[in-house]
């Protein structure tokens, strides 16, 4: 098994990616709020935020399991 994905920033609160696979879950994450933005933004903004919200409950559940270590 690999080791964790996210690791506890040095400074402040969160997580920050600490391999590959993180970086992979936070760049999809940027891109689909951004195809989100582009897609239905200004036609359907309650769609959006409702959107962006499970998104990023999603990129947060993940982060939060695959994290190591630490504080």
Same mark, same amino acid.
């Given at each position: 098994?690999?080791? $964790?994905?996210?690791? $506890?920033?040095? *400074?402040?609160? !969160? /997580? +920050?990616?600490?391999?590959? @696979?993180?970086? #992979? &879950?936070? !760049?999809? =994450? %940027?891109?689909?709020?951004? /195809? /989100?933005? *582009?897609? &239905?933004?200004?036609? @359907? $903004?309650? &769609?959006?935020?409702?959107? *962006? %919200? /499970?998104?990023? %409950?999603? =990129?947060?559940? %993940?982060? *939060? #399991? +695959?994290?190591?270590?630490?504080?």
């Amino acid at each position: 098994m690999a080791g $964790p994905s996210f690791r $506890p920033k040095r *400074f402040g609160l !969160g /997580l +920050t990616p600490s391999s590959w @696979q993180g970086w #992979l &879950v936070t !760049g999809a =994450y %940027v891109a689909a709020i951004i /195809l /989100l933005g *582009f897609t &239905v933004a200004a036609s @359907q $903004p309650w &769609v959006f935020w409702t959107l *962006f %919200v /499970l998104t990023t %409950v999603a =990129y947060l559940l %993940v982060a *939060f #399991l +695959t994290r190591g270590g630490g504080r």
